[in-house]
């Protein structure tokens, strides 16, 4: 019975949410290059400059990289499953003290 208010207010809620109007930008004015809202056809000069080139990382550089992320990996592992493992363990005796009982 609890669980069936419980899903009925989570529906209500749901619907409360569907019915707000989404929040719409409003037009902006241009700016020109002082700052100031100037003439929407003002030109602005633009400079454009070559970037760097790309280059692939070097062997140790990707070496490094697997290593840190085999490193998260277990460390996360290691924390989910300590989670896990006390979350089942606090399971197992709550269990069996109401068994118990």
Known sequence: ??????????????????????????????????????????????????????????PLRRLLAAAAGLGITIVTGAVVAIVLAFALALTVIRLTGLLGR
């Open 1 to 58: 019975m609890a669980a069936a208010w419980i899903a009925g207010l989570a529906i209500v809620a749901l619907v409360f949410t569907g019915w707000r109007q989404p929040a719409r930008a409003q037009p902006r004015t241009r700016r020109d290059a002082t700052g100031t809202a100037g003439a929407i056809g003002a030109a602005v000069e633009v400079d454009h400059e070559p970037g760097e080139v790309y280059r692939r990382p070097g």
